[in-house]
């Protein structure tokens, strides 16, 4: 896994992570508040329509279509704003000059995490983590309900924010696993397996009859 001192692009030229002002100091007051908003707003938006968006709208791909904007711009705003802001915490992914893929997480360390509003985290890791059991929920009651087209848009919304909590997770528990190598061994064994399945299968059985050529 990459150090934390890559930058996400080369000419970045953000606040260095860590580094933000000390506005966020510790106490109860937000010390984001329009930003704590937009951690909680989208998610519980695609909720929301989702859950009634028989009621207002009979078109299913305009429903679709709405909860997956929704979802997007949530996984977006808390995998690069509100995770960075509210408990210090940031994952991303750059591929290096030979094209190899590299996860980091990064956390803050030391004084930095005095920064930190207790209130703000308490909101971010909440939602983070209840939203996709609200999501699953709703998987069990289309999969048991037989709706097959909106089963597809559940697995949309928890594959989106299972992503943003697995990723805050490993900020936050520290790994050393490099997701990419991982997926890479197993691809390996994956086509491994089904050469070594051509190659053991018995050819097919001719039939008994053949063909002759006379007419």
């Not at 966020?24 to 704590?36: E, F, I, M, N």
Request: proline residues 3%; charged residues 15%.
């Amino acid at each position: 896994m990459a150090s934390a001192s890559v930058p996400l692009l080369m000419d970045d030229d953000t606040i260095a992570f860590g580094e933000e002002d000390d506005a966020a100091q510790r106490g109860d007051k937000l010390k984001h508040p329009y930003v704590t908003a937009f951690h909680l707003v989208f998610r519980i938006a695609a909720i929301v329509v989702y859950m009634l968006c028989g009621l207002y709208s009979k078109s299913f791909i305009a429903s679709f279509v709405t909860v997956v904007l929704l979802l997007s711009m949530d996984f977006w705003t808390v995998k690069n704003i509100t995770g960075r802001l509210m408990v210090g915490l940031r994952w991303w992914n750059y591929v290096d000059d030979n094209g190899k893929s590299h996860w980091v997480f990064e956390s803050r360390k030391g004084s930095q995490q005095n920064r930190i509003n207790p209130t703000e985290a308490r909101i971010f890791w909440l939602a983070l983590i209840l939203c996709p059991a609200m999501w699953g929920i709703l998987f069990l009651i289309a999969l048991f309900g037989l709706n097959l087209k909106w089963l597809l848009l559940v697995c949309i919304a928890i594959i989106l924010n299972g992503a943003n909590l697995y990723g805050y997770i490993k900020c936050k528990m520290g790994s050393n696993q490099n997701l990419s190598t991982a997926t890479s061994d197993f691809l390996r064994r994956q086509v491994l397996q089904n050469v070594t399945s051509i190659m053991t299968r018995s050819p097919p059985t001719t039939s008994s009859q053949q063909p002759t050529n006379v007419i």
